[in-house]
């Protein structure tokens, strides 16, 4: 922890921020650092850690230091670090929070999670070096001058060539490296075990009996077809035999169709009879809590409420929003109910008709431009936002 | 022998030929049936054993589950298409993916007042994690990115545009094209642009780099400060950082909750 200097923590000219992360504490080797938990900040040029309650207190450090990093998983009650090993500092360092250390390395604990990203972009900033790279000139030498600096440009550009070549020789040997590792984690058995010739020929043969469905060769009774289905579904393998009307048509979908019409008859009445996919998608599954529903789960399911009969729509308005609708729900209501506000309050924005009736902007702006289509509506459209008038005309 | 011509007899013969190809067709898609739910069956066998060897791993390790689902895509297969699908079921990877889900939903309803619907993947990334806790799994950007495209498919008006290295999350159905995109990656830098910044490194019409800017104003993912030295700079909330480390308030959070 004696690497650090104070710092005041604002970007140089050529500096720029390329992560943060807040919930850190610093450890000065294995020992925790005496500062509270905080938030560290990489930089192309500098390791950032700033208090979280005492801004004030910021210390940086050179990323040129680090000799190498490597992450520490996780255990029972400890959070996952990066464990940071460092030259010596400069003679000339400015002063920082210890005056010496007897650890050449630090960690940084992560309590809020972010390992992962911050690893991958500190790797990418040690890899790419960008603090070493020198500002363009804005003046290209020229006259008597020119002989002298455009002799130490070329030794330059040489250094440069050499340099470039060493990272090259670096990135290609720790990307085999990386990759190894990865492979290893990977296992050969799964590799081996995916490319398995069952897993293809499955597929090709689910695709040929697809489309001996779809083209009506073969009559394979309305049963098999949906115990095929079934199969598609478990494997996650597109169904190209979808009907617009049943959806995917097996009997999972069928149940889940049943109840959501259970489920849904209550929120949707208190927002009005409409919800939004999306919204219906986050009740659901928050409500679940576990063998959670995909978003194709629902959509599927909310396709089969017409065949099923059940008092509830799936609609997809022009704009693309997809909605779950009473049917009791009568478009004439919504559309006079919409027309009788705005006339009452002048005019309104979809933001203010959302307040007045507890909805979703979004559904709101639908039932205005429904009104609008019908013609019962007009709108006013500026840069201060889309507002909708009676129709006078 | 009578030459094969068109006539009743030829016609009746056709369509017996027909008729035998067809239950050739019934009895070579029969089959196929049966060999596939027995396939279907070992696959299942090995996926167990698979399941119990490398859940944890899936579960834990990021690179794993990347690894997994381009694997998963040689094949042609989604693991993430059902609940109710094999690696759902067995390996968890589903209910990962779908909480997340959730969990974006809800963190881009929070904001969208602040920013219009349009917040970087960093900030997205940064706020998910803080409201899984401490002691949730942690979640990568390929992650999100993987429970993003999922979300598309409700219509739900969520997109990706690529900014800078990284992308844009939109999460309302605001209409933005090329035009608008390309503004959004100039403004990237600084967080603003102007009219003459857009003119000079697009080389548009001052008509065109308005029309773009207004309906960026409109849809709510531009702040206007026409009060700034020299050409008025439109703000784009979405790229700010230092909003970023504002926390959700109170009443931002009961917008979450639908």
């Known amino acids: 922890m004696d690497r650090f200097s104070w710092s005041n923590g604002l970007l140089e000219i050529n500096e720029t921020l390329v992560i943060q992360q807040r919930g850190v504490r610093l450890y000065d080797g294995d020992d925790k650092a005496k500062m509270d938990v905080g938030a560290v900040l990489l930089s192309t040029h500098r390791l950032i850690w700033r208090d979280v309650k005492n801004q004030e207190c910021c210390i940086s450090m050179p990323l040129s230091l680090i000799i190498f990093f490597e992450e520490q998983a996780a255990g029972i009650g400890k959070s996952a670090k990066i464990v940071i090993h460092l030259h010596p500092a400069a003679a000339n360092k400015e002063p920082g929070p210890y005056q010496n250390s007897k650890y050449s390395y630090i960690k940084l604990s992560f309590k809020e999670h972010g390992q992962i990203e911050f690893y991958r972009r500190l790797t990418e900033e040690m890899t790419r070096r960008r603090w070493e790279e020198k500002p363009v000139s804005q003046t290209s030498p020229v006259g008597p001058q020119a002989g002298r600096t455009r002799a130490v440009g070329i030794v330059g550009i040489e250094r440069k060539i050499e340099e470039r070549r060493k990272e090259t020789d670096k990135n290609i040997s720790e990307a085999f490296e990386d990759l190894s590792k990865l492979m290893e984690k990977v296992s050969l058995v799964f590799t081996k075990w995916c490319f398995n010739q069952q897993a293809k020929e499955m597929v090709e043969v689910s695709r040929s009996i697809a489309n001996k469905i779809k083209d009506k060769q073969g009559d394979i009774s309305e049963d098999e077809t949906i115990r095929f289905k079934s199969y598609l579904l478990s494997m996650g393998i597109a169904n190209p035999v979808t009907r617009e009307t049943h959806g995917s048509g097996t009997h999972y979908h069928l149940q889940l169709a049943k109840q959501l019409g259970d489920m849904l008859q209550a929120p949707l009445e208190e927002r009005g009879g409409m919800m939004s996919l999306t919204e219906v998608y986050c009740l659901v599954n928050r409500a679940r809590g576990m063998e959670l529903l995909s978003p194709e789960d629902l959509v599927n399911a909310c396709k089969m409420f017409e065949s099923l009969k059940l008092p509830l729509r799936l609609r997809v308005f022009d704009s693309g929003v997809m909605v779950v609708q009473l049917q009791s729900h009568s478009e004439e209501e919504m559309i006079a109910s919409a027309l009788d506000s705005v006339t009452d309050k002048g005019s309104l924005t979809a933001e203010e008709f959302a307040k007045l009736l507890g909805l979703s902007v979004l559904l709101s702006k639908e039932r205005l431009l429904l009104a609008e289509k019908m013609g019962h509506l007009c709108r006013d459209d500026s840069v201060e936002g889309l507002r909708f008038y009676p129709n006078l005309f | ?258």
């Open chain 2, 1 to 258: 022998m009578h030459r094969r011509g068109v006539g009743a007899g030829a016609i009746a013969k056709k369509k017996l030929a027909e008729a035998k190809y067809k239950e050739r067709g019934n009895v070579l898609a029969e089959d196929q049936i049966v060999q596939m739910s027995k396939q279907l069956e070992t696959f299942k066998s090995h996926l167990e054993e698979f399941a119990s060897k490398h859940k944890q791993e899936i579960r834990k390790n990021p690179q794993f589950r990347v690894q997994f689902q381009e694997m998963c895509a040689t094949i042609g297969v989604d693991p993430l298409a059902s609940g109710k699908g094999f690696w759902s079921e067995m390996l968890g990877v589903g209910d990962f993916y779908y909480e997340l889900g959730v969990q974006i939903v809800e963190v881009c309803l929070a904001l969208k007042h602040r920013n219009g619907g349009l917040m970087t993947l960093d900030e997205l990334h940064q706020r998910v994690l803080k409201g899984r806790g401490k002691f949730a799994q942690d979640v990568s950007q390929d992650d999100l990115l993987r429970a993003l495209k999922k979300l598309k498919v409700m219509g739900s008006g969520f997109g990706m545009i690529p900014v800078g290295g990284s992308y844009l999350v939109q999460s309302v159905p605001a209409e933005l094209n090329m035009d608008h995109t390309v503004v959004l990656q100039l403004a990237e830098k600084k967080g603003f642009v102007t009219v003459s910044e857009i003119r000079e490194s697009l080389k548009w019409e001052k008509e065109r780099a308005c029309h773009v800017l207004d309906h960026l104003l409109k849809e709510g993912l531009a702040w206007l400060d026409a009060q700034a030295e020299g050409d008025a700079h439109y703000w784009l909330p979405a790229l700010f950082s230092e909003l970023s480390s504002r926390d959700i308030t109170p009443e931002e959070e009961n917008q979450m909750t639908p």
